[in-house]
């Protein structure tokens, strides 16, 4: 099974809502990463998460709050978004960090509207 | 800083003939370089990888990629396209185990 899930596949919440997006994956991967990816642009690293443990913030705003519960499960706690913040929000996890250098597998994505 | 590069926004191919999407890297550290797809509204699938070893990489769906090192270039080709290969392309580098993709190619298969 090489599928990771994402809820809800849709969200629309405004400025002053909390909202969470869920990932879950069964691969037994030790890694698991959030991206922001715009309309017709790649993919932007946000966390990255190794052994349940948070290994890399790229600078994102505190708005933004990763949680990996487990090492099934990861999370990204949404709070006093702006509208600019309205993105397909990718999961992704992999086998673990470091080397060999493995593939990242990458679910269906969370499409966020912030109104 | 070491990043990829896509220099095409789209490539378009009739059905059945060769497709290469193009892809280079800066010289700098170590070229860990993968190619995925996107299709709409979807995420993204892994296609193949180049680590070290062959300079020609296989991987799903048909598609291959040649690392060559001279050229600083990783580029993803097909021998015979498929209408349903129609979608969004990214070569992506490893570094430090961050992700950094190129800007994407869309890929238009004509029938």
């Known amino acids: 099974d090489t599928e990771v899930t994402q809820t809800p596949k849709h969200l629309v919440m405004g400025m002053t809502n909390k909202k969470s997006l869920k990932c879950e994956q069964h691969m037994g991967h030790r890694a698991m990463y959030w991206y922001k990816q715009k309309a017709k642009k790649p993919p932007e690293l946000m966390f990255v998460y190794s052994y349940e443990k948070l290994s890399i913030n790229e600078s994102v705003p505190s708005r933004f709050s990763p949680e990996c519960p487990n090492s099934s499960l990861l999370n990204l706690h949404l709070h006093a978004l702006q509208p600019e913040d309205s993105a397909l929000y990718l999961c992704?996890?992999?086998?673990?960090?470091?080397?060999?250098?493995?593939?990242?597998?990458f679910g269906p994505g969370t499409r966020l509207t912030v109104t | 800083a070491q990043s990829v590069a896509q220099p095409e926004d789209q490539v378009n191919v009739a059905e059945g003939n060769p497709l290469t999407v193009k892809c280079t890297y800066s010289?700098?550290?170590?070229?860990?370089l993968f190619w995925y797809v996107q299709y709409p509204n979807r995420g993204l699938q892994f296609l193949l990888k180049?680590?070290?070893?062959?300079?020609l990489v296989k991987g799903s769906y048909g598609f291959e990629a040649e690392f060559n090192k001279s050229q600083t270039s990783f580029h993803l080709k097909k021998p015979s396209a498929l209408v349903s290969d129609s979608a969004l392309y990214f070569c992506?580098?490893?570094?430090?185990?961050?992700?950094?993709f190129g800007s994407g190619t869309k890929l238009n298969v004509k029938p």
């Open positions: 180049y680590i070290t070893g062959d300079n």
């Open positions: 992704a996890s992999s086998q673990e960090l470091g080397r060999p250098i493995y593939e990242q597998y």
């Open positions: 010289v700098s550290g170590n070229p860990y």
């Open positions: 992506a580098r490893d570094n430090f185990n961050k992700f950094y």
